[in-house]
């Protein structure tokens, strides 16, 4: 496990839920369980907040961790240009077990971009 993902996972950043008008998604993995909870709050089409709740392995509640603050700033245009590999590099690399939930940051900012729309 590289650094990041050991900060990320030992000290979370953004954990929680956001209230209204804040945009909320919940996604899984049916093959290993893990479940991610993402919350946005945007103003003028920039995501000022973001929280999350995950449960599952340690790769996913640090990458949940880093996806707020790679959303954080962005607008909307910014969030479709996301990569797994964006998610992956802020936490210092993921094994081949683990790049599943590099995936499913990106299917919570699909729910996301999609509840927008």
């Excluded at 998604?25 to 479940?35: A, H, L, R, T, Y």
């Amino acid at each position: 496990m590289s650094p990041e993902l050991i900060e990320h996972f030992s000290n979370p950043r953004n954990v929680g839920d956001l209230p209204a008008p804040a945009v909320t998604v919940e996604v899984s993995n049916p093959i290993c369980g893990d479940i991610l909870r993402l919350a946005v709050l945007l103003d003028a089409g920039i995501v000022t907040e973001a929280r999350y709740k995950a449960r599952g392995c340690t790769a996913s509640i640090a990458a949940g961790s880093a996806l707020t603050e790679l959303l954080i700033g962005r607008d909307k245009a910014a969030l479709r240009l996301l990569t797994k590999e964006h998610v992956e590099n802020a936490i210092g690399g993921l094994s081949n077990e683990s790049k599943h939930v590099a995936v499913l940051c990106l299917d919570a900012v699909a729910a996301i971009l999609k509840t927008l729309s």
